[in-house]
């Protein structure tokens, strides 16, 4: 079974992660998955709604830690599909939203600032650890992660990379609201409804004034050229490598530039 399931109902299109095993880490395959997914909803005049959810106990642990490290050495798939999947978020005219159980690790949490309404179970922890791995905000991340929450709280999210619980995330305008886990779905689909149900043109039109896309991109370029930059680095290799052994990593005898 692919890792990600994609599913049309009443005009609501459904992007399952469904590598629960793997706790939804993310490879270049489900990118490509969940771009081709963002492309569908643009060119289907049927879908109105695009909801990201997850199978299994945490929403997603992130980028695959194994693919990253190919790319460190140069390894990496010939066409990587995650700028797609990205551009076409930042880019989507229509409604986004996400459900999100327990653990939503580094784009797991980034991804969630372009969707226009997120639901998170009372034990979801929004987690950004792109520092700890020697690497940088992604996902345009840098703009719109001080924009919604402020400087002192987003630089405290990536320089620590701790959890953030539901109760802040909320609080801090990360989420719309928290449910109950076992009413996720049904909550998440009850809203998607509700939108479905509203003027396409309207709609999409008042999100387009409501975000501004361009500077997001922009911002997405600039973020990816030292992302990609710092993926070779030598602390980065330190990173993945410790991940790889299951220990703590040691940046000690590594410096800066
Ligand atoms: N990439 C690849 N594999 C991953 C992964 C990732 N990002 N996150 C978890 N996995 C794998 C583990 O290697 C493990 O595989 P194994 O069973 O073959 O050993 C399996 O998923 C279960 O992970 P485990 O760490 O045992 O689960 P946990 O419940 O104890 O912890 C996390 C879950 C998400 C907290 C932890 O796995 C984690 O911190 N992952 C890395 C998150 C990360 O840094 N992502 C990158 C962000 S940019």
């Known amino acids: 079974m692919s890792d990600l399931i994609t599913e049309l109902h009443g005009g609501i299109l459904t992007l399952t992660l469904s590598r629960p095993d793997k706790k939804n880490a993310l490879t270049n395959a489900m990118y490509g998955a969940l771009a081709d997914g963002l492309e569908r909803a643009e060119a289907e005049a049927a879908i109105r709604v695009v909801v990201f959810q997850a199978d299994g106990e945490i929403f997603s642990a992130g980028n695959d830690l194994g693919e990253f490290a190919q790319q460190s050495t140069g390894n990496g798939p010939a066409v990587r599909h995650v700028e797609r999947f990205l551009k076409n978020l930042a880019r989507a005219s229509k409604p986004v939203m996400a459900a999100v159980q327990g653990k939503a690790v580094g784009v797991g949490t980034t991804m969630l600032l372009h969707c226009d309404y997120v639901l998170l179970a009372e034990d ?3 987690i950004a650890p792109f520092i700890n791995l020697a690497l940088v905000p992604e996902a345009g991340s ?6 919604r929450i402020g400087h002192v709280r987003a630089f405290e999210m990536f320089a620590l990379g701790e959890p953030v619980v539901a109760r802040d995330a909320h609080a801090w305008g990360l989420a719309n609201r928290i449910v109950a886990r076992d009413e996720l779905r049904a909550e998440t689909r009850r809203i ?5 149900d509203k003027p396409a043109g309207a709609l999409a039109l008042a999100k387009g ?8 991109l922009e911002q997405m370029e600039r973020e990816s050229g030292i992302f990609s930059a710092q993926l070779r680095s030598a602390e980065a290799k330190e990173a993945f490598q410790a991940f790889a052994e299951k220990r703590k990593p040691d940046f000690s005898k590594l410096s800066a530039g």
């Open 124 to 126: 979801a922890e929004l």
């Open 142 to 147: 840098s703009l719109l992660m001080p924009l």
């Open 192 to 196: 998607a409804e509700l939108l479905a």
């Open 209 to 216: 004034l409501l975000r501004n896309t361009d500077q997001v």
